[in-house]
């Protein structure tokens, strides 16, 4: 029984490079060659309501928010670095990006629009 064990725990270790390669490989044929999904999160058209710097979180009044099946509202944010709110301030017509990191909503990026 111990030998049993122990070749099928050898077999699971050999294999998993094995299979590590051919998931990398897979990957790598459906996005054939180009950026990684994280630099591909869509931008998001929104207005600034409110900026608050030193808790780190922005209201912003938005469009649709595709990639999270998210209509168009007002909401606060959380940014993921707080040096992400030293240029923008209520008012400003911008672009950002949003993640979802553990069931909680994140700004990643945000850029004042002309």
Not at 93 to 101: A, G, H, L
Request: overall charge neutral.
């Amino acid at each position: 029984m111990r030998a049993r064990i122990q070749t099928l725990l050898l077999g699971v270790a050999l294999a998993m490079p094995l299979f590590g390669w051919a998931q990398a490989a897979t990957e790598h044929d459906h996005n054939h060659g180009s950026a990684p999904a994280a630099t591909q999160t869509p931008l998001t058209d929104g207005e600034v309501k409110k900026v608050d710097p030193e808790v780190g979180k922005v209201t912003i009044k938005h469009g649709e928010i595709r990639q999270l099946d998210m209509p168009p509202m007002t909401m606060v944010f959380t940014v993921k670095d707080k040096s992400l709110l030293t240029n923008i301030k209520p008012g400003d017509k911008v672009q950002f990006t949003v993640v979802s990191e553990g069931g909680k909503l994140l700004l990643t990026s945000i850029q004042p629009q002309p």
